[in-house]
């Protein structure tokens, strides 16, 4: 830290400089990208935000500095000279938030599964740790983890579900102090009809309709959402947006050989996403794996009853009922649990408009102001610590 003041006071409130360390920045990269977006649109308007970053795709016009990424080296040794090269570029700031997994940093942003817990929890056998012990790529990464992790004065670790706190934990005894802070919403101010968001999408009107938003939809349960289509005797269709224009035209060519064609719909990521939400009747989410998972929760604020994984696959049903927030899958695997729910939103006439209700009070607790207010929290208490 430099000797200046650490903040100055503006209209009676003290104004910090904050550093935001991460590679790409920018929700079309996805939902981690996504948090530190919607997150620094909050603080930017009483603090002075810098992103430091590779790649910068946002309309949030934020100051910002683009390093370089050298062409042919493998990501672990990219990041390790990305960080090292933000470290000596933030030493003048108050804060430094970092969403990346390297030591850099005062609050560090954990959004996946810590590489440790991954290579030693999910899978013990001999094979699994001798491939671990001669990689160089999984030993760097575990070393940025374990420095990242490590206790300091003034530094914490903000986990972005319990499910990821409680991973943490499990691998280590002793790390920086941990607060779970979610992912918060965006409510929708105004939201079109579904009919006018089908004619704008040109979406069949009187079709019963899914969404599931994902960058990776095969990762968030879109084979069995196929499966589930064709098994189940409720005619349905799906959206699916996110990705590349490229991830967009593998869903279109497996709907097409699962002979959906005519039933699935696919958009590479958009901005804003409400109209995709508006057009739909609920929302589809058997994850196979998320720390949280921001897309039912945008859903729920959007009014859409949800379909999701238990809090054993996805982080965010972990504040679900069964029933009262959300159907919640116990195996999003299993294509006959995702058609079975399909059918009771259809068959239970008062089942889906008690999760939408449900759901919009829920998503009013993950605003994105609240959230921030957290945070600013935590600057305070490790600036004042330090």
Not at 102 to 114: E, R
Not at 138 to 154: D, M
Not at 359 to 378: C, D, K, M, N
Request: with cysteine; aromatic share 8%.
């Amino acid at each position: 830290m430099s000797a200046r003041p650490a903040s100055t006071t503006v209209n009676g409130r003290d104004r910090l400089r904050i550093a935001f360390i991460a590679r790409r920045f920018g929700a079309r990269h996805g939902g981690a990208e996504a948090y530190a977006e919607h997150l620094l649109a909050e603080l930017a308007s009483r603090h002075d935000v810098h992103v430091f970053c590779q790649h910068y795709q946002s309309d949030l016009q934020l100051p910002h500095t683009l390093l370089p990424q050298q062409r042919g080296v493998p990501r672990w040794l990219n990041l390790w000279r990305f960080t090292k090269r933000c470290s000596a570029l933030v030493k003048d700031y108050d804060v430094v938030h970092s969403h990346e997994n390297a030591p850099p940093g005062h609050i560090h942003g954990v959004h996946v599964v810590p590489v440790r817990y991954s290579r030693r929890e999910r899978d013990r056998s001999l094979w699994r740790r001798l491939a671990t012990a001669l990689s160089p790529r999984l030993q760097a990464y575990l070393y940025l983890e374990r420095r990242r992790f490590a206790p300091a004065r003034g530094k914490w670790l903000v986990p972005a579900s319990e499910r990821i706190d409680e991973q943490i934990a499990a691998v280590y005894s002793r790390t920086a102090a941990r607060e779970v802070i979610t992912p918060g919403v965006q409510l929708p101010e105004r939201l079109p009809t579904r009919a006018e968001a089908r004619q704008q999408l040109n979406l069949p009107s009187n079709a019963r309709i899914a969404v599931l938003v994902a960058n990776d939809p095969w990762r968030k349960g879109f084979a069995t959402v196929l499966q589930a289509m064709r098994s189940g005797s409720l005619p349905w269709h799906v959206i699916v947006v996110g990705g590349a224009e490229a991830m967009a035209k593998r869903v279109r060519t497996a709907a097409h050989e699962a002979g959906l064609g005519d039933r699935v719909h696919a958009w590479p990521a958009q901005t804003p996403i409400w109209p995709f939400y508006a057009a739909a009747d609920f929302c589809v989410f058997p994850t196979l794996g998320d720390a949280f998972g921001m897309a039912p929760l945008e859903a729920m604020a959007c009014g859409l009853p949800v379909i999701v994984s238990d809090a054993q696959w996805c982080g965010f049903a972990a504040h679900l009922e069964h029933r009262r927030h959300a159907l919640l899958l116990a195996d999003p695997r299993d294509p006959s649990g995702l058609a079975t729910a399909v059918a009771q939103l259809h068959s239970e006439f008062a089942l889906a408009p008690s999760l939408a209700r449900e759901g919009v009070e829920l998503a009013r607790q993950f605003s994105w102001p609240a959230i921030a207010a957290r945070y600013e929290s935590l600057y305070r208490q490790s600036l004042q610590m330090r």
